[in-house]
């Protein structure tokens, strides 16, 4: 009986051992940015003034709301422009247009691009029917959005007034107990390609595991979180 006692004793203090053990190895560890720290680093206050500039952001403006049924309204209050540019290459000219998206206190900065003009000796894309060595007209220009000519988009952006948290740090907050560890800090907000949902991405580092992470991110429209490790050398962020 009495080494039984002992077996037990010693099979516990084992467990006890390797529970903590554990533990020690699943702490994690960031730093805390500010709270739009991410937004640092975009160009912005830089607009495009020229003839040209200004008749594709027109269009840019018409396709945007059409694409996500905007209102006027909802474009100027939720939308303010920071950047815009012609940006001549290989395959002809483009249009580009960064902008910060902020629905409540959430805030990110998109950008949009498209071909206005494609070189008349590109061959590429010959299905669709698209002049060459001319600019585009608005049809047109929908015509390479939608199919993602030369790399072309508008960003889908959910249409919505409201989030599921009243601040960004009850997000996280809400998103830390999901994940299970002590702390995660913010790396940025981000538009969700697929849904046009605003996301709030955060991350650490586990303390006592080589080169592995943890990212958790919270749909902040929907409420839907997903967390999962990864290796940290590869995007900490």
């Known amino acids: 009986m009495r080494l039984l006692i002992v077996l037990g004793l010693a099979i516990s203090g084992f467990a006890l051992v390797s529970c903590e053990k554990e533990n020690q190895e699943r702490k994690v560890t960031c730093v805390q940015q500010d709270e739009y720290e991410y937004l640092d680093g975009f160009n912005k206050d830089s607009m495009c003034t020229s003839d040209i500039c200004t008749q594709y952001l027109a269009i840019w403006k018409e396709l945007i709301q059409e694409k996500n049924n905007f209102s006027q309204e909802f ?8 950047y815009s540019e012609l940006h001549s290459w290989r395959d002809g000219i483009s249009f580009r247009v960064g902008y910060k998206l902020q629905i409540g206190w959430a805030i990110v900065y998109i950008l949009d691009k498209f071909i206005i003009k494609i070189d008349a000796e590109n061959l590429h894309y ?15 220009v929908k015509v390479v959005v939608d199919n993602r000519v030369f790399g072309s988009r508008i960003k889908k952006i959910t249409n919505a007034n409201d989030l599921q948290y009243l601040n960004m740090e009850s997000a996280l907050n809400d998103l ?20 046009g949902n605003l996301i709030l991405e955060a991350y650490a580092r586990y303390v006592n595991e080589e080169n592995l992470g943890i990212k958790g991110t919270v749909d902040l429209i929907s409420g839907d979180k997903d967390v999962h490790d990864r290796p940290w050398m590869i995007s900490s962020h």
């Open 176 to 195: 830390i107990e999901f994940s299970g560890v002590n702390i995660l800090c913010l790396s940025r907000i981000e538009l969700d390609d697929d849904t």
């Open 75 to 82: 474009l100027d209050s939720h939308i303010e422009l920071c």
């Open 126 to 140: 010959a299905s669709l029917d698209l002049p060459r060595g001319t600019y585009l007209t608005k049809d047109k």
